[in-house]
């Protein structure tokens, strides 16, 4: 499968992949599937697979989506319950891995340092650092990064004043204690996203009692923990028939329920609350803890299986506090109100700190590349940057819906390659193209980092509407030659990849932007 060249000391690959999470672990098992000729291998930083799922360890940490679109099409999941922990996604993942041996492709413990794109060679020139030190060089033919979209090694964190006066435990959902016991401790869970919502009600059922402090409410929907319809078609149809059906049906429903949210938000608004109001039956209000300022899916909406987190409120094992947190005291926190709220345990489920393609020092013939000034191809490719993809998923719909699109276009972009016998591609956008925010959602990790972010188009293959129907037909079924990828013309790269080289990026809406920060600040957390 490989080779090393004496001369470079450079081993020779034609695909390396960065990652083997659910994105990393996908692309290895379809170059094996449809490109068993090709050379790769799959770079990992932590000792295990899994990615976000191997990484998290706070109570009751699951998934955010059906499990039917979450997992992969071509392994069904077979489980009863569709939002699985943590442990039921690494069982998976090690199922696969165990049954079509990718193992032998992932090297664990080792990090890509840097990246440079050589125009002589054609060649991704790869330096990786493994885990004692020592560092060795690939060179690849095509880069893929599934490392995902946020820091491994920290969380967002805002500047809370007296942090460092508090005296009890604070336990980060990212770094969280293996030896914490929470058992009849109070516990102020700050935050309101899928973290938030996830860790009170599990630890509510040991602690004394959970505060849930946000800033402002998110959308907050419920949904059985099992499907009836699964439940049926399990028992007469064979695994792969009922996981095509549940695929269509969970996919169906996330794109409606985001196309509903876009077009009519006032009814989708109230048929959420009304949902909540039934869920609390008064345990709380919700016109104040359940009713945000922003309309659905500007930020993800987030699942809560069998009403979860309503029943720990409406059995008075936990309770939503709205309000600004003034500053931590020695025992607890002090909210703007003048309320204070005394805690055994704090944790800060604030948020994600978000950074591109694993903080790889990523360069095109030694030039640094900047995301900003790079505009996204079909949701994986980027402008001007050759021979490279970045797994992406969905922000409205499960993450492996879109993962999936990009592993095929991968496989046979490389095979169209092969045939018409081309070195290198990226798609070539005219400086006239206007650009918006990459990512439609105004979550706080989004608008934090606008500055780095690449940017889309306002039309397609520039734009990127997150819809799974159209993609399906736009990407999976389109021509690859369709006159914005460039093959084997590497000439306009120099002039763009200089650091100060005149871009419409700097014509991006600044005023948007800087007024979408302000209105995120209120949703960061």
Known sequence: MQNKTKETNYEQLDVLIVGAGISG????????????????????????????????????????????????????????????????????????????????????????????????????????????????????????????????????????????????????????????????????????????????????????????????????????????????????????????IMRFKYTALQQLSFVLSKKFPDMVRKMVRNMNAKALTGAADVDVHFKPDYKPWDQRMALVP???????????????????????????????????????????????????WGNIDLRVDGHKVEGHKLTNYKGMMFSQLPNFVWVFGYSNSSWTLKAELTFDYVCRLLEHMEQHGYESVYPYRSPEIPRQNLVGLQSGYILRKLDILPSQGDEFPWCNKDLYVKDLFAIKHSKLADGVLRFDDNAPLAEFHKPNAPTSEEQVKVCSRTSAVKAGEKSAA
């Not at 720990?312 to 005291?329: M, N, Q, Y």
């Not at 704090?346 to 591109?356: K, R, S």
């Open 25 to 244: 672990l996908g692309m290895c098992y379809n170059l094996k599937k449809k490109r068993p000729h090709s050379s790769f291998a799959v770079i990992e930083g932590r000792k295990n697979i899994g990615g976000t799922w191997d990484l998290f360890k706070y109570p009751g940490i699951r998934s955010d989506s059906d499990m039917y679109t979450f997992a992969y099409s071509f392994k069904p999941w077979r489980e009863r319950e569709y939002i699985a922990t943590a442990e039921r996604i690494q069982h998976y993942l090690h199922e696969l891995v165990q049954d079509e041996q990718l193992d032998h492709y992932i090297r664990f413990q080792q990090k890509v340092k840097s990246a440079n794109w050589d125009s002589n060679t054609n060649r991704w020139l790869v330096t990786i650092t493994r885990g004692d030190g020592e560092e060795y060089h690939i060179a690849a033919k095509f880069f893929a990064c599934c490392s995902g979209y946020y820091n491994y090694e920290k969380g967002y964190l805002p500047d809370f004043e007296g942090y460092d006066d508090y005296e009890g435990d604070i336990a980060h959902p990212q770094h969280w204690p293996e030896d914490l016991d929470y058992s009849g401790k109070n516990v102020i869970v700050i935050g309101s996203g899928a973290t938030a919502v996830t860790v009170v009600p599990s630890m509510a059922k040991k602690a004394a009692h959970v505060t849930m402090v946000q800033r402002s409410p998110s959308y907050i929907y419920s949904r059985p923990a099992s499907d009836v319809m699964f439940r049926v078609l399990s028992r007469i149809l064979p695994a792969g028939i009922t996981n095509r």
């Open 306 to 356: 069998d009403a979860d987190l309503f029943n720990v409120v409406r059995s008075g094992k936990a309770t939503v506090v709205t309000d600004h947190i003034e500053r931590f005291t020695k025992t607890g926190i002090l909210l703007k109100s003048g309320q204070e709220i005394d805690a055994d345990i704090i944790v800060p489920a604030t948020g994600l700190d978000l950074q591109l």
